[in-house]
């Protein structure tokens, strides 16, 4: 299963995990559908860290589950923080999840076991997310130019059946 977020500077294809981490991946993917993210900024660009989007607000305090509240995280071990690309949810807490991800610029392992990984860039990581960790950003770490999400594909959706 997979996504492209097509973005102001450029494609990033995400591989999600919706066996390993069903109700995070139902989530993402009927957000991605319903357009929820569409037009949305990424908010938050740390180099060598992690860039983070998904609240419709643009301000990094909104955005809501497909369900209109937050659900459970679903850590699993074998799903790390641990690589260029990895995307996860971002939270406030345990069991906060709701319309926010981050995609990492590095391995971060301080994160495991605190945000569900969801996915992964496939393509894009070298243009895209290389373009994107290069920003100028201002003292809250915003991008001066903005990025957004434009609109998202979703690739052979298993949900669609269901």
């Known amino acids: 299963m997979s996504v492209t977020l097509h973005t102001t500077v450029g494609d990033l294809k995400l591989e999600i995990f919706c066996e390993s981490v069903p109700k995070t991946a139902e989530n993402f993917l009927a957000l991605c559908a319903s357009s929820y993210y569409n037009n949305t900024p990424f908010h938050r660009n740390i180099a060598s860290f992690i860039i983070q989007g998904g609240d419709p607000t643009g301000r990094g305090k909104g955005g809501e589950s497909v369900w209109r509240a937050a659900f459970d995280d679903e850590i699993r071990p074998a799903l790390r923080h641990n ?29 495991d076991g605190k945000n569900t990984v969801f996915g992964r860039v496939i393509e894009g990581a070298d243009t895209t997310l290389t373009a994107m960790e290069a920003l100028e950003v201002d003292k809250k770490y915003r991008p001066k130019d903005p990025v957004y999400i434009t609109s ?11």
């Open 152 to 162: 998202v594909t979703i690739h052979a959706n298993p949900l669609a059946d269901q």
């Open 83 to 111: 690589a260029r690309g990895v995307v996860s949810m971002a939270n406030r807490g345990p069991g906060t999840n709701g319309s926010q991800f981050y995609i990492t610029y590095a391995a971060a392992g301080h994160l």
